[in-house]
């Protein structure tokens, strides 16, 4: 089975500093992962997503986010946070092959950028 | 391109009422649609998944009947929730997907709010 944990349902960061959200998977299978941002109200927009080569993605306005395996992890990262981050960030993981009813999603990590 | 929309974005209605939401792929055709349901500083809780022309597969513990989805064209799902009750209150987002694709293009989400 498929589990995703986002460590940290809360992470508050001045602007201008760097931001790290925490995801970690549990798959049996080589996964599929994803990092989505919902701001308020809104639906879900992909930031980046990795399914096979690199490990280090990049994704849209300045984050990147880097596969390790090792660590079964998938952590996100801006160098520098800027006010219009702030905002619902939610990691995803499903696999090659699987349905795409099967993107299991964490709890979510908000994000608060202070001035 | 891949853009989804919804219809409506907030809606009010009385208990007991009907209300349906409307879920449209407005540049590709979506073989499968997803229904998603958000409470509040929660994370997204897949309802059902619809393919064009069949049967919807609901998630354990939610009721089909009380859940009416329909898929009748490649850009259109719909959602009815029969006798709306205030627990029914909650935030509620289709996602879409094409033959080939692996990823969820979501829509903007609608509010529900049943007095």
């Known amino acids: 089975a498929q589990s995703v944990t986002q460590l940290g349902s809360h992470v508050s960061v001045s602007e201008g500093a760097l931001v790290l959200l925490r995801c970690n998977y549990s798959?049996?299978?080589?996964?599929?992962l994803f990092w989505y941002v919902q701001y308020p109200n809104q639906g879900l927009q992909l930031l980046l997503k990795?399914?096979?080569?690199?490990?280090l993605v990049k994704g849209i306005n300045g984050f990147e986010a880097e596969f390790k395996k090792s660590e079964t992890s998938f952590h996100l990262t801006k160098p520098s946070a800027h006010m219009s981050d702030a905002a619902e960030y939610f990691c995803?993981?499903?696999?090659?092959?699987?349905?795409?009813?099967?993107?299991?999603f964490g709890k979510g990590t908000k994000l608060s950028v202070k001035p | 391109g891949a853009v989804v929309s919804q219809h409506p974005s907030r809606v009010i209605c009385k208990s007991g009422t009907s209300v349906k939401i409307e879920c449209r792929s407005l540049?590709?055709?979506?073989?499968?649609m997803f229904w998603y349901r958000q409470f509040p500083k929660q994370s997204l809780m897949l309802m059902a998944t619809?393919?064009?022309?069949?049967?919807?597969?609901?998630e354990q513990g939610v009721e089909k009947d009380k859940f009416l989805i329909n898929h009748a064209s490649l850009t259109l799902s719909t959602l009815t929730v029969t006798s709306a009750h205030p627990e029914d209150s909650s935030f509620y987002i289709c996602?879409?997907?094409?033959?080939?694709?692996?990823?969820?293009?979501f829509g903007p989400g609608t509010r529900l709010t049943v007095l």
């Open positions: 540049d590709f055709q979506a073989t499968t």
């Open positions: 996602s879409a997907t094409t033959r080939a694709g692996r990823e969820q293009f």
């Open positions: 990795y399914t096979t080569g690199a490990t």
């Open positions: 798959s049996s299978v080589p996964p599929y």
């Open positions: 619809s393919n064009e022309g069949s049967k919807a597969t609901y």
């Open positions: 995803a993981v499903t696999y090659y092959g699987g349905s795409q009813g099967n993107l299991i």
